[in-house]
């Protein structure tokens, strides 16, 4: 959904509001799709992201090699997942601004949640 609503902002580049007028990209829908995703629910996928992570990199023949591999791959997913959370923020910013009597698109989950997720 980012990557596309990103798209249709890029086609409009003076009105970002073109996005919002869209009923598949509606306020409610971003607030609705966001609400799914609090912080819990990050931790929770980076969790599972970490034993994958874990589970392939960590079985290796070399023990200090196996840690410094799965100790990468988790810094550069934390990176991912936090290039994602700015590209959202942005988003929300550009697209959804603040407005009298209508509410916030607000993103459940910070920076910290992710660091901390991936810090466990």
């Known amino acids: ?3 596309s609503a990103e798209s249709i902002i890029a ?4 009105n970002p509001g073109a ?4 009923p598949s990209y509606s306020r409610k829908t ?8 609090d912080s819990k629910e990050v931790r929770r996928g980076i969790d599972t992201l970490r034993k994958r992570i874990e ?3 960590g ?6 090699l196996s840690r410094g ?3 990468f791959v988790c810094k550069e997913c934390e990176r991912s997942y936090e290039r994602v959370l700015e590209r959202l923020e942005k988003l929300v910013e550009e697209a959804y601004p603040r407005a009298e009597g209508e509410k916030d698109v607000v993103i459940d989950f910070t920076k910290a949640d992710i660091q901390a997720g991936f810090r466990r």
């Open 69 to 71: 591999l799965v100790a």
């Open 19 to 22: 996005l919002a007028a869209r």
């Open 59 to 64: 079985e290796a023949d070399d023990e200090q």
């Open 55 to 57: 589970k392939h990199f």
């Open 11 to 14: 086609t409009y580049p003076g």
């Open 1 to 3: 959904m980012l990557e």
């Open 30 to 37: 971003m607030r609705t799709m966001l609400s799914t995703h």
